[in-house]
């Protein structure tokens, strides 16, 4: 049974920064996607970032050169460094998995190709 735990989520102001993790376990695949999502009040999920098993990684264009998403495997642990916030940034953030040998491009920034999530951090940038 896999099992992912976010945490990390908290209030920060306009330009300030964060760091989510997702505590990973359950995961035995050699071969797998990790990626962040989130969802604001009123609006559609959205991909953020993904990373893959060999470590390639795509964003969002919403988010590139401010957010940066690594991941420790000794630790099974995903993280999202956010930096340079921004008010749109306030969302619920969820931390996603599924097995899969190739993990790069947009259709990794679909959550419905995901099939395990987290509960979700809240994330919340006042201007």
């Known amino acids: 049974q896999v099992q992912l735990v976010e945490s990390g989520g908290g209030s920060v102001q306009a330009g300030g920064s964060l760091k989510l993790s997702c505590a990973a376990s359950g995961y035995t695949y050699t071969n797998y996607c990790m990626g962040w999502f989130r969802q604001a009040p009123g609006k559609e999920r959205e991909g953020v970032a993904t990373i893959g098993s060999a470590g390639a990684t795509t964003y969002a264009d919403s988010v590139k050169g401010r957010f940066t998403i690594s991941k420790d495997n000794a630790k099974n642990t995903l993280y999202l460094q956010m930096n340079s916030l921004k008010p749109e940034d306030t969302a619920m953030y969820f931390c996603?998995?599924?097995?899969?040998?190739?993990?790069?491009?947009?259709?990794?920034?679909?959550?419905?190709?995901?099939?395990?999530w987290g509960q979700g951090t809240q994330v919340t940038v006042s201007s």
């Open positions: 996603a998995a599924e097995r899969a040998r190739y993990c790069s491009g947009a259709y990794w920034l679909i959550g419905t190709n995901f099939g395990y």
